[in-house]
T-cell receptor, first 112, second 113 residues
Framework: QKEVEQNSGPLSVPEGAIASLNCTYSDRGSQSFFWYRQYSGKSPELIMSIYSNGDKEDGRFTAQLNKASQYVSLLIRDSQPSDSATYLC????????????FGQGTELSVKP | DAGVIQSPRHEVTEMGQEVTLRCKPISGHDYLFWYRQTMMRGLELLIYFNNNVPIDDSGMPEDRFSAKMPNASFSTLKIQPSEPRDSAVYFCAGKRELNTEAFFGQGTRLTVV
C-alpha cells in the first residue's frame, strides 16, 4: 500500500463547476496535511494546509480532513481554466520524524 | 527572503559522469528534503535532513546517489556515475518545523545521455 494515494486522473470539469480531489494516507500518526498545485514545468506551490478534522476554507478552496477515515480532500468552487494543473496531496508524519510524503498527484483540466 | 535556491536549473551530462546538484534553503528552515520527479513515479522522497543531520535516506535509489548537508545553508545531491534512467527533475524543499509546510526550489532538470 502506498503511503499517500490519489487518483491520477485526469479529472475534467467545466468552467464554473466544483472540482473534487481526494487523497488517502496510511500512517495514522500523521498530523499535518497539505495540498500543493503544480503547473507544467514548475515547482509545487502550497495552496492549503489542514491540521484538524473538519473543513478549512480559503477563498474558492476548501480542504476537508477526516483522520478516522485517513482521508483528505480538496474542493475547488467556481473552477477556472487557470486552475488546470496537477494537485498534489502531502502528508507529514510525526511518527517518522517529520517525513513529508506526496501522493502521485491528480491532473485537473477545467474546460472553458 | 529569496526562497529555496537550486543550481543548476538544467544539466545535461553523459552517462558515467558525476553530477552534483546544489541547494540553498531558506534561513531558519530546520528540515531539508531532496525529491525526484518523473512522469512514471511522481514525486519521490530521496532523503531528508533535520538540523543538517540525515534522518531518512531510504528513498535513495542506489549507492550511486549521495547527499550531504555540511551546514544549515547548503546541501548537495551527487550522482556518480550517472545513468540515463537518472534523468528527472530534482527538487529541494525546506520546512521550518516538524508540522509546517514545505517550500520548494525551482528544481534542476537533469538529462543523462
Amino acid at each position: 500500500q502506498k503511503e499517500v494515494e490519489q487518483n491520477s486522473g485526469p479529472l475534467s470539469v467545466p468552467e464554473g463547476a466544483i472540482a473534487s480531489l481526494n487523497c488517502t494516507y496510511s500512517d495514522r500518526g500523521s498530523q499535518s496535511f497539505f495540498w500543493y498545485r503544480q503547473y507544467s514545468g514548475k515547482s509545487p506551490e502550497l495552496i492549503m494546509s489542514i491540521y484538524s478534522n473538519g473543513d478549512k476554507e480559503d477563498g474558492r478552496f476548501t480542504a476537508q480532513l477526516n483522520k478516522a477515515s485517513q482521508y483528505v480532500s480538496l474542493l475547488i468552487r467556481d473552477s477556472q481554466p487557470s486552475d488546470s494543473a496537477t494537485y498534489l496531496c502531502a502528508v507529514n508524519s510525526n511518527n517518522q520524524g517529520g517525513k513529508l510524503i506526496f501522493g502521485q498527484g491528480t491532473e485537473l483540466s477545467v474546460k472553458p | 527572503d529569496a526562497g529555496v535556491i537550486q543550481s543548476p536549473r538544467h544539466e545535461v551530462t553523459e552517462m558515467g559522469q558525476e553530477v552534483t546538484l546544489r541547494c540553498k534553503p531558506i534561513s531558519g528552515h530546520d528540515y531539508l528534503f531532496w525529491y525526484r520527479q518523473t512522469m512514471m513515479r511522481g514525486l519521490e522522497l530521496l532523503i531528508y535532513f533535520n538540523n543538517n543531520v540525515p534522518i531518512d535516506d531510504s528513498g535513495m535509489p542506489e549507492d550511486r546517489f549521495s547527499a550531504k548537508m555540511p551546514n544549515a545553508s547548503f546541501s548537495t545531491l551527487k550522482i556518480q556515475p550517472s545513468e540515463p534512467r537518472d534523468s528527472a527533475v530534482y527538487f529541494c524543499a525546506g520546512k521550518r518545523e516538524l508540522n509546517t509546510e514545505a517550500f520548494f526550489g525551482q528544481g534542476t532538470r537533469l538529462t543523462v545521455v
